[in-house]
């Protein structure tokens, strides 16, 4: 992920807005029993994190629902995998998760000021 990314986690209240958004996504998907724990603002940490409610919502057929409520869509999806062939793909779908909540979290910081 790049330093963008890092830097806005490291901002207390935007890590703040960043569980208050994943926390929404999950619980109007359906799948609050998935979320991911928060407890760091540590990039890694919260890939991982991602990772492995990703695992759990594969097994329970919901992971294409909470995608959708994110807003992720399978064009992204399939350029993340073309870019990044190595990797695994719940990994590049916990990235895609982290960054588009972020996303949503600066947008509407933007714009409600």
């Not at 909540?101 to 409600?112: F, H, N, R």
Request: hydrophobic share 40%.
């Amino acid at each position: 992920m790049n330093l963008e990314v890092i830097n806005s986690l490291q901002k207390p209240d935007l890590f703040e807005k960043f569980k208050i958004q994943t926390n929404r996504d999950f619980e109007l998907s359906g799948v609050q029993e998935f979320l991911p724990n928060m407890d760091s603002n540590n990039l890694d940490y919260l890939n991982q994190e991602f990772y492995n409610s990703i695992l759990k919502l594969e097994m329970s057929n919901a992971l294409k629902n909470l995608l959708y409520r994110i807003d992720i869509t399978e064009l992204q999806i399939k350029s993340a995998a073309n870019k990044n062939p190595q990797t695994s793909m719940q990994h590049l779908l916990a990235e895609l998760m982290i960054k588009r909540i972020l996303q949503k979290v600066v947008l509407k910081e933007m714009y409600s000021k």
